[in-house]
């Protein structure tokens, strides 16, 4: 079982930045592909980015690839979503999820434990 802890969400203005984090609980954080994804008002929950559990992959969605950084740490067990020139069409709650197949992969539907969310709004 993990259980995922997600923060950093918050209001900010166009442009501006934002680190979200997922403190992952459990022994095996090491072993699972970490995702991130998110779900405005209104819309299906979409993919943002994910990472190996090696740590030396990543898979991004083209609307926030170059803006958007994921990352891990594992001596935190804890994985990080850094997020640069934040537009308005970026707001939405945004989701930490553990994958334990090991496969880098953008369906949410193979994710097997997710973290409640945080809110995350980009005024204009």
């Known amino acids: 079982q993990v259980q995922l802890v997600e923060s950093g969400g918050g209001l900010v203005q166009a442009g501006g930045s934002l680190r979200l984090s997922c403190a992952a609980s459990?022994?095996?954080?090491?072993?699972?592909?970490m995702g991130w994804f998110r779900q405005a008002p209104g819309k299906e929950r979409e993919f943002v980015s994910a990472i190996h559990w090696t740590g030396l992959s990543t898979f991004s969605a083209g609307s926030v690839k170059g803006r958007f950084t994921i990352s891990r740490d594992y001596t935190k067990n804890t994985v990080y979503l850094q997020m640069n020139s934040l537009k308005p069409e970026d707001t939405a709650v945004y989701y930490c999820?553990?994958?334990?197949?090991?496969?880098?992969?953008?369906?949410?539907?193979?994710?097997?434990?997710w973290g409640q969310g945080t809110q995350v709004t980009v005024s204009s």
């Open positions: 459990g022994r095996t954080f090491s072993s699972y592909v």
């Open positions: 999820a553990a994958d334990a197949q090991g496969s880098l992969t953008i369906k949410a539907s193979e994710y097997d434990y």
